[in-house]
Each structure stands twice: as structure tokens, then as C-alpha cells.
């Protein structure tokens, strides 16, 4: 059942506004509530709050009847028509003590978990989001425009410090341009990165030498066990260019091929767009045949370090953290770290010939040098000697090893602590090495495939303190097969033999005689010059050198193999750096 709500009669006052005058009609006549106060008002008078559900009031259990009177209205009776202060038991609650618990509107926040995913994230961020005011927004808008611009100006003046610095260090040409030298051409390495040329698989001609077995107990060495680096002054290594190994002079004699060179040479050219640091090549068209070779005393006989790093290394030569400082210590490391890592027993892997080099008695180092020859053309083939330095068992079969360490000199220049790092961290490591020795890294891979090499071990090889530049320790060792690791670093073996290709045709077209090829020192290009053919050799001199800087002649028990007179270069280098 519906109930139905009933207004009741409203009198009318024909006089005017409001009820009428006569109290005895309106008794008779109404029908409203008895006892409601009637607070008379005009049209100018504003009304108050009916109700207020916005103001709190204090709460008393004890005595209702003691509750304010706006409660239900603004407090004062004229400022609302209906006032009930006067006459609370008009509408009687049920239950009191209730009232003080009711709540219209619940203001409280829901309870937020204090741990979660996103509490962390979250805990400082403002429930509602704030209006800002245009105005400060766009000042904060131009200040981090101006900021930014700040920034950018500054890191653009320190890089240019920091190019100006490394150009006056070490931006200097490997070998003196002499004024009568021609120069036939130049080529930027832009031309190298578009080249590309598939030669089809290698034949092995020769393998000198023998080969040590090496300790797979270096593989398990870390930071926390590490070993001593030691010095093997008795072991006597070569480094003999092309034109006087005598192996590729009798290979040459039997026309096994049109062009020769060594993995050194091949890998410099084919790496050649990552260099930055200066170098020259050698050239000597002999009849139909050409020949790479190397300067005496060349920069390809030392290592590069920091060559692609953007941090500048000092520029006084005798500083132990100079580039040539650290291109002898960096070889003298790789030396004796490629024999300590041998199973020292006196088992050997030995192949068709002894170690070409040596002298019968010698004490030569673990070495293997493959002579294997690559299909250029139908009528063009290429020889080139490859080294290995090591031999490992897997499967019962031989596989062989190339062995190289990177070395820490300074962690502040690297930014990077191999001690903290190279145990949990070892890729950030890596990565960091092959954005500052990007060239380096790219030269022994391509030697390692050259060489058909199935393992290539990096070692790492700090210095025991930043300032000693004469012990060092080994931190780890890590095997990568070559191609995988070509892949990785974005070395790309098509590319390689590109541009080895388009600079045999190039010297092909040339006349007999002799040549250069330079890596210009500021520039990524490379220039040929046509040079006398006494070039390079003991009596021609192309200005005078410092007497520490002079290269001395071979010795007369040297006449079989002028290898002797490179033996123990890197040490007699590391012996002069030192003094």
C-alpha cells in the first residue's frame, strides 16, 4: 500500500504577502503542524543553509539533549525558516547513541597496501593530480630548453678539446712523407664499407713449427685466484716480414701463387676502416707477382690500446700511459701470456718442417705457421703465412688455438673495473673493451679465421698497480669460436676480402717497383705513393732519427735468417720504455 502525502489547505491573504492577519482564520482554516516556529522575513532578507552536511560538530553520547542548535540548520534562527532546536522530540531516533557514528559522506582515503610492486614507485605521488598554471609551466618549459642547450654546447666543446688533444697526441703519420715520394692515389674508407667478394675455401700448403697443449686451468681463473704473469726472456719469437721469410721466397720460386703476404698484413687491410691510429703497408710488384710487406721497426709489430676510446691518453712519449708506452707493454703482455697459458711439459705437436725462423739449439715459442693459399681469380692466387700459437683436444680430434690478452692499465680511463666486474659483469666488460680497442679486437679475429683457427682465447691482464707498468696478473680467461665471434662484433668476412681485392687490382695495374700504402693520420682514407726502391732499406735515410729510435743492423750470424734481428724486439722495446 502506497501512502499518500497530503499538503493540506494554504490560506490566502488578499492583503498581501505572507499568512493573513486573522490568527482565528488561520486556526480555523490550517491544517499545518502545531507548535512549528514561523520566523517572519521580507524579499531583501537572504535565507541561510536548510541544511549544512559540510561542518563538523562535536559529538556528546552522554546528553543529547545538550546537541547545538545547527545541527540540522546555520545555529541562528534567523538566518533559517525552520528551526527545531525547540522542540527536538517532534522527530525521536531510534537509537540515540547512533547518531554519533553516522557519517554522510566517508572522507577517509581506502587503506593502501605499504608493500607492493608499485608501492615504491607510487608512495611519493600525490593522490589527485594539481593544476598548474600555464604561465609556470611555460617558464619551466623555457628554462629546461635553455638548460638543455646548456648542455649541449658544453659536451660539444669538450669533445672538441678532447679531438684536439687526441690529433696532437697521436694523430701523426707512421712514416715520414718524403717530398720525392709520388702519390698515385688516395681512398676514403667509405669505398671499403660498399665492397664485398666470396672466395671459396683454402688449401693448406705447409705447416711449420710445433704447438705446446694448453692448461685448461686458466679457463677456471677469477678475479679472486688470480695468477702472476710471468716473463719468458729465454723464448725467442719472430716477427719476419713477407719478402724475407724463406718459405714464401721457395713458394714464390714455384709460382704457388701471384701474391703473398702475412696474416698480420692481411688483417691490418681488412680491418682497415675501424683504425684510427696511423700505419703503412709495403708494397713491391716484382714481374707478375706482389708482395706485403712491413718497415723494420713498424707499428704492426706492436698492439694498439685505446685506438677507437674517446678518452685521450697523455701525450708525453716517456709517460707509462702513452700510446707508445702502452702499444710495447700491451705486446710484451700478449708475448708472455700466450706462453704461460701451455701445459709446460715438453709435449709438442710437431708438423712437416721446424720453425723456419730458429736456429738449430734456439728456444723458440709455441708457434705454428700455416701457409695456406686462397683463390682470388682464375689466374690469381694469394698465399699468406697464419699463425697459431696453441693445441687443445676435444673429441679426440686437434683443435687449434690463437691466444691474445687484452691489458687494464687504468680503470679511470676505461671507466670500468675488471677486479669488480670481470666476474659478474664480464659482458659489460667486453663491450666496453670493443668500443675502446674495436680495431685491435677485429685484427685478431680475422687472424683467427685466416688461420682456420677453432678456438681464440682472450685473456684479460691488468696491472697489479695503476702505476706499474712491470707486473701484471691474470684476471680470467674466455674462449669464442672466430666466426661466432665475428658475428658479434659485426665483422663481416665478405667485406674483408673486398677490400683485400680491390687493393691487389689496384696494385696490379701499377708498374714494377715499390710502393706505400699510409693510413692518413687525421683522415679515414688511405694514400699509395710510388717510393725509390731503396726505400726503407739499412742505407737509406729519410731524416735523422733519435739514436734511441735508430734501427740497428743485423748481426753476421744472422745471414741464414734475418729473422734474428727481430727476436725479442718487443722486450728490447719494453726494456728502452722503461729506462
Not at 743492423?553 to 741464414?560: L, R, S
Request: hydrophobic share 35%; charged share 30%; with cysteine.
Amino acid at each position: 500500500m502506497v501512502g499518500v502525502f497530503e499538503v493540506g489547505a494554504v490560506p490566502f491573504n488578499p492583503d498581501g504577502w505572507g499568512p493573513p492577519d486573522s490568527a482565528a482564520a488561520a486556526s480555523t482554516t490550517t491544517t499545518l503542524p502545531l507548535h512549528v516556529p514561523f520566523a517572519p522575513f521580507s524579499r531583501s532578507d537572504k535565507l541561510g543553509r536548510i541544511a549544512d552536511f559540510t561542518r563538523s560538530f562535536p559529538s556528546s553520547n552522554a546528553n543529547p539533549s545538550n546537541r547545538p542548535s545547527s545541527r540540522h540548520g546555520a545555529g541562528n534562527p534567523a538566518d533559517s525558516p525552520f528551526d527545531f532546536s525547540h522542540d527536538v522530540d517532534a522527530f525521536p531516533l531510534a537509537n540515540p547513541e547512533d547518531d554519533s557514528s553516522f557519517r554522510l559522506v566517508d572522507a577517509k582515503p581506502p587503506p593502501r597496501p605499504k608493500f607492493g610492486p608499485k608501492w615504491r614507485f607510487n608512495q611519493n605521488r600525490p593522490q589527485l593530480p594539481q593544476r598548474r598554471d600555464e604561465e609556470v609551466e611555460a617558464r619551466k618549459r623555457e628554462a629546461e630548453k635553455e638548460r638543455a642547450r646548456r648542455d649541449r654546447l658544453y659536451n660539444l666543446n669538450r669533445s672538441n678539446q678532447n679531438q684536439q688533444r687526441r690529433e696532437a697526441a697521436i694523430f701523426k703519420s707512421s712514416v715520414d712523407i718524403q717530398p720525392e715520394w709520388n702519390m698515385l692515389d688516395q681512398i676514403p674508407f667509405s669505398t671499403f664499407s660498399k665492397l664485398s667478394f666470396s672466395v671459396p675455401e683454402p688449401e693448406d700448403l705447409l705447416i711449420c713449427g710445433a704447438l705446446e697443449y694448453y692448461d685448461r686451468s686458466f679457463d677456471r681463473i677469477t678475479p679472486k685466484n688470480e695468477r702472476r704473469l710471468e716473463r719468458f726472456k729465454n723464448r725467442n719469437f719472430f716477427k719476419v716480414t713477407t719478402t724475407d721469410d724463406p718459405v714464401i721466397r721457395r713458394l714464390a720460386n714455384e709460382d704457388k701463387a701471384t701474391v703473398f703476404a702475412t696474416d698480420t698484413i692481411l688483417s691490418t687491410l681488412m680491418c682497415a676502416p675501424r683504425s684510427v691510429y696511423s700505419w703503412d703497408i709495403v708494397i713491391q710488384r716484382v714481374g707478375n707477382k706482389l708482395f706485403f710487406d712491413k718497415r723494420d721497426g713498424s707499428q704492426l709489430d706492436l698492439l694498439s690500446v685505446h685506438e677507437t676510446s674517446q678518452e685521450p691518453l697523455p701525450e708525453a712519449k716517456d709517460d707509462i700511459n702513452s700510446a707508445y708506452s702502452l702499444s710495447v707493454e700491451a705486446a710484451y703482455i700478449n708475448q708472455n701470456f700466450s706462453q704461460q697459458v701451455l701445459v709446460r711439459d715438453g709435449n709438442k705437436v710437431s708438423f712437416d718442417e721446424p720453425n723456419p725462423f730458429a736456429n738449430e739449439g734456439d728456444e723458440v715459442a709455441s708457434v705454428a705457421y700455416r701457409y695456406r693459399r686462397w683463390k682470388l681469380d682464375n689466374d690469381m692466387h694469394l698465399v699468406a703465412r697464419c699463425e697459431v700459437q696453441s693445441v687443445v683436444d676435444v673429441n679426440n680430434q686437434k683443435s687449434f688455438l690463437t691466444l691474445n690478452a687484452l691489458n687494464e692499465f687504468d680503470p679511470k680511463y676505461s671507466g670500468v673495473d675488471w677486479r669488480q666486474k670481470l666476474e659478474t659483469q664480464r659482458g659489460a666488460v667486453l663491450a666496453t673493451e670493443l668500443k675502446n680497442n674495436a680495431n685491435k679486437l677485429a685484427k685478431w679475429t680475422a687472424q683467427a679465421i685466416l688461420a682456420n683457427a677453432d678456438l681464440m682465447k682472450l685473456g684479460y691482464v691488468s696491472r697489479v698497480h695503476p702505476r706499474d707498468h712491470f707486473n701484471h696478473v691474470i684476471l680470467g680467461v674466455v674462449g669464442y669460436k672466430p666466426r661466432d665471434f665475428a658475428a658479434q662484433i659485426n665483422l663481416n668476412t665478405a667485406n674483408m676480402w673486398g677490400i683485400v681485392k680491390s687493393v691487389v687490382d689496384l696494385c696490379m695495374k701499377l708498374n714494377e717497383g715499390k710502393y706505400v700504402l699510409v693510413k692518413d693520420p687525421s683522415k679515414p682514407q688511405v694514400r699509395i705513393y710510388e717510393v725509390p726502391a731503396d726505400a726503407f732499406e739499412n742505407d737509406y735515410v729519410e731524416e735523422p732519427l733519435p739514436e734511441e729510435e735508430q734501427v740497428q743492423p743485423p748481426t753476421e750470424d744472422a745471414e741464414d735468417g734475418e729473422a734474428n734481428g727481430t727476436t725479442n724486439d718487443v722486450e728490447d722495446k719494453e726494456i728502452e720504455a722503461q729506462n
